[in-house]
């Protein structure tokens, strides 16, 4: 079974950084896409960054590419969400997600099966 972790959530103010990390559980990930999607109240999971567990392709959504850096570390099975220049519509809570090898990327929320239980960060202006 899939179990993922987040982590490093917290309240900052604007212009700060926080890393996130998601630890994950349960199998080898080898050729899984590793995505972080963010959710605020009333609104849909958005997408805001992947990457391949093997290939270093990583695709970010426009309102954090520059800002945020997605990484992995194969060998302590860990994702990494490192977020700079926080402004205060980043603000959300954010969920780690893993596709299976063959399905590819998608941006799509529904198109996950394995969630973590999401981290909530908050940033004041």
């Known amino acids: 079974q899939v179990q993922l972790v987040e982590s490093g959530g917290g309240l900052v103010q604007a212009g700060d950084s926080l890393r996130l990390s998601c630890a994950v559980f349960?199998?080898?990930?080898?050729?899984?896409?590793m995505v972080w999607f963010r959710q605020t109240p009333g609104k849909e999971r958005e997408f805001v960054a992947s990457?391949?567990?093997?290939?270093?392709?990583?695709f970010y959504s426009n309102t954090v590419r520059g800002r945020f850096t997605i990484s992995r570390d194969n060998r302590k099975n860990m994702v990494f969400l490192q977020m700079n220049s926080l402004k205060p519509e980043d603000t959300a809570v954010y969920y780690c997600?893993?596709?299976?090898?063959?399905?590819?990327?998608?941006?799509?929320?529904?198109?996950?099966?394995?969630w973590g239980q999401g981290t909530q960060v908050t940033v004041s202006s």
């Open positions: 997600a893993a596709r299976p090898p063959g399905l590819g990327f998608s941006r799509f929320a529904s198109d996950y099966k394995d």
């Open positions: 349960g199998r080898t990930f080898t050729g899984y896409t």
């Open positions: 990457i391949h567990w093997t290939l270093e392709q990583a």
